[in-house]
């Protein structure tokens, strides 16, 4: 079975203490029991959750949703994205099945990276090795005002800003996460082809702006 794999990069550093957090974590369970409910997402979609804050760490390698269980998520340090951004391109190399001569893989990887700050560390050699992977397709939200939409534009053009980081807004966010990740399931299931752009997934909710 061809599995379509989707990494969730969220931003744990000290600023995300309080409110923000627990939107977060209620916003992976959220998620998680959404994708539940798809039947094209259960059979293919399968979930890592990677945090990154002073150091990068995947706290869940990619499980498939019946086993996925949600993570003890907590805040501290500062935002080392770089390191994040390697992490993840290593945890696609050594999770990722390739196509080969005598199989299909998986399909290319979705990824959704969540910041409400700026970078702390070298961003841009963990850039560098990330960009050598090809994911199907990579969208990084903007939580907040201090979140540096510069940056993440030279990791994607998909960028979508949250005025906000508080229940609410996280809330929608992942909603739309969800949304997202049970079209492209379905995408691949009826046609074979996996999404490349925010214009193949369902429209982003009135608090989530789509940056130019």
Same mark, same amino acid.
């Given at each position: 079975?061809?599995r379509?794999p989707?990494?969730?990069l ?7 203490n ?11 369970q959220l998620?998680?029991?959404?994708l539940?409910q798809?039947?094209?997402?259960i059979?293919?979609? %399968?979930i890592?959750?990677i945090t %990154?804050?002073?150091?990068a760490?995947q706290?869940?390698?990619?499980t498939d949703?019946?086993s %996925?269980?949600?993570?003890?998520i907590?805040v ?5 994205l ?7 391109a290593?945890?696609?190399?050594n999770e990722v099945a390739?196509?080969t ?6 399909w290319?990887p979705l990824?959704?990276l969540m ?9 841009q050699?963990?850039l560098a090795e %990330?960009?050598k992977?090809?994911?199907a ?5 903007a939580?907040g005002?201090?979140?540096?939409t510069?940056?993440l534009k030279q990791?994607?053009?998909n960028?979508v800003r949250l ?7 996280i809330g929608k966010f992942f ?5 997202s ?11 074979g082809?996996?999404?490349a ?7 982003p909710p009135?608090?989530?702006n789509i940056?130019?």
């Open positions: 079975m061809r379509l989707v990494y969730v969220l931003d744990t550093s000290g600023s995300m309080g409110e923000p957090i627990e939107a977060v974590k209620n916003g992976v998620m998680i029991s959404s539940r798809n039947p094209q997402a059979e293919t979609a %399968f890592s959750i %990154f804050d002073s150091a760490r706290l869940v390698p990619l949703l019946a %996925f269980q949600v993570p003890d907590r501290t340090g500062t935002t080392a770089g390191e994040a951004l390697r992490l993840t290593t945890c696609i190399d390739r196509t001569m005598e199989q299909k893989g998986d290319k990824v959704f910041t409400d700050g700026m970078p702390t560390d070298d961003w050699s963990g %990330f960009r992977r090809k994911t397709l990579t969208v990084a939200c939580a005002p201090k979140a540096d510069g940056v990791v994607t053009d960028v005025d906000t980081a508080d229940t609410h807004t909603t739309w996460v969800s949304a990740i049970g079209v492209s399931s379905t995408k691949i299931e009826h046609s082809k996996e999404v752009g925010l214009d193949e997934l369902p429209p009135s608090e989530l940056v130019v």
